[in-house]
């Protein structure tokens, strides 16, 4: 069994370019760290990351409203205070439900920091989870993500019910839902700030 082994390894050896073998390292090494519990999240992130690409816009045929008793939906921020999605149909909204223990939503958390730090509050960036504020607070400042999170006062309207996170929705200042994406994202690229831009003008 050895020497069967020994002759397997030296023909593998002789036949794999230093990039394969490269390769085959990196997925092993990769496996090992989805084995391990303290590494299993960052290296399921980093996946999600290096997957994601920047969504489309729906169909306008497919652009659902945001009716008038979605828009009374509360939520509260950090501090306690409650809002409702009207008091944000000014501007268009990026509306993302998401955790602190979800590997896709820690992907595309860093691309959304930049498009809230690019915008401000000229896009009104509406984070909302169902988590602990304290659990929150903790991840937010590890992260150093200074982006506003609310926590769930009621619950979800039917437009923007979910089974899956993260799920993000882009609305227009028309009420419209331009955008739904489930999964992580490049948020910040060009054809998401086009699409921002054109909402704002």
């Known amino acids: 069994m050895k020497s069967y082994l020994k002759m397997r390894w030296k023909k593998y050896w002789e036949r794999k370019t230093w990039f394969s073998k490269i390769s085959d ?3 092993i090494l990769l496996i090992i760290g989805l084995l391990i519990p303290a590494s299993r999240k960052e290296i399921s992130a980093f996946v999600s990351g290096l997957t994601a690409m ?3 816009t729906l169909d306008e045929d497919k652009q659902l409203s945001v009716s008038n008793a979605s828009l009374k939906w509360s939520f ?3 501090d306690g205070a409650v809002f ?3 008091d944000f149909q000014d501007r268009p909204i990026f509306l993302n439900f998401w955790a602190t223990w979800c590997p896709p939503c820690i992907a595309e958390m860093p691309d959304i920091q930049d498009l809230y ?3 401000g509050d000229r896009v009104a960036f509406l984070l909302v989870t169902d988590e602990s504020p304290e659990k929150v607070n903790a991840f937010m400042q590890k992260k150093a993500f200074t982006l506003p999170v ?3 006062q009621s619950g979800v309207p039917q437009e923007f019910a979910t089974q899956s996170i993260p799920t993000t929705f882009v609305i227009s200042p ?4 331009v955008i739904r994406k489930t999964g992580a994202a490049k948020w910040n ?3 998401m700030r086009q699409l921002l831009d054109e909402m704002m003008q």
């Open 174 to 177: 028309e009420q419209k839902i």
């Open 25 to 27: 390292l990196v997925f």
């Open 189 to 191: 690229s060009k054809k």
């Open 76 to 78: 509260a921020n950090q």
């Open 84 to 86: 409702s999605l009207s």
């Open 54 to 56: 920047s969504p489309g």
């Open 150 to 152: 609310y926590y769930h």
């Open 117 to 119: 730090d690019h915008y």
